[in-house]
């Protein structure tokens, strides 16, 4: 019993010591792309709006929707972003994240005619994915909070999208903790997508042209 409680120990101290490694690795490979003002990130055509509900589990607003989407304008009405991808999940005819995000920005004055709906991004690798081998884009800014965008940066690292990420404010840590234990995992996943498993977005279908009013 002592040898096998040992070699239990001993299987989860290299578990934990591998994704904290992974998460390391992660943070460190993709920080150099992360922004957090307007005024500095570089200029793309195309912004990637990530998608995240508009309303919490007990039904008041999201606070990570209404910050992806206030970060978003800013970039629209500062002349970095003239078009955005809204990227999400459309997974039942009740749930429609790419739609909620357009109503929003449309409410803050950004043109419908800025802005594309890709309904099959229903995890992040295939809304990175998606935007280049769907809709043909190669530079975006890819907008979501800090703790989700090392991710994103990094599975676009390693399908050659130049992407940098614009990041939305986060919410005050206590009630942001259990997404970010969450994300220390989905790290792990991803690299395992990427690496090892050869995961493919769901979806990807015919190629979209984005129509871009300069």
């Known amino acids: 019993m002592r040898l096998a409680k040992k070699v239990f120990l001993l299987l989860v101290l290299v578990l934990a010591a591998a994704l904290a490694g992974v998460n390391a690795w992660m943070i460190l490979s993709t920080q150099q792309y992360v922004f957090d003002s307007v005024e500095n990130v570089p200029s ?5 709006v990530l998608g995240t509900s508009h309303r919490t589990q007990k039904g008041g607003p999201n606070p990570y929707f209404e910050k992806r989407i206030q970060t978003a304008a800013d970039l ?4 970095k ?28 004055g950004v043109p ?3 802005v594309t709906l890709d309904y099959a991004g229903l995890r992040t690798l295939d809304s990175i994915v998606r935007s280049k081998e769907v809709f043909g884009q190669d530079e975006i800014i890819i907008i979501t909070q800090p703790f989700h ?8 690292r390693y399908y050659d999208l130049d992407a940098v990420a ?8 206590a009630e942001s903790r259990n997404v970010r234990i969450r994300e220390y995992f989905a790290r792990a996943k991803a690299v395992l997508d990427l690496y090892v498993l050869g995961t493919a977005p769901r979806f990807l279908g015919q190629k979209e042209e984005l129509i871009i009013n300069h």
């Open 76 to 79: 629209y009405f500062s002349g």
């Open 112 to 114: 419908e005619s800025a």
């Open 149 to 156: 965008c090392y991710r994103a940066l990094f599975i676009s």
């Open 44 to 48: 793309r055509k195309v912004g990637l």
């Open 166 to 173: 614009m990041v939305a404010e986060e919410p005050a840590f």
């Open 81 to 108: 972003v003239v078009h955005f991808i809204l990227s999400g999940d459309n997974s039942t005819q009740y749930y429609n994240e790419p739609l909620e995000m357009k109503k929003a920005l449309v409410r803050k």
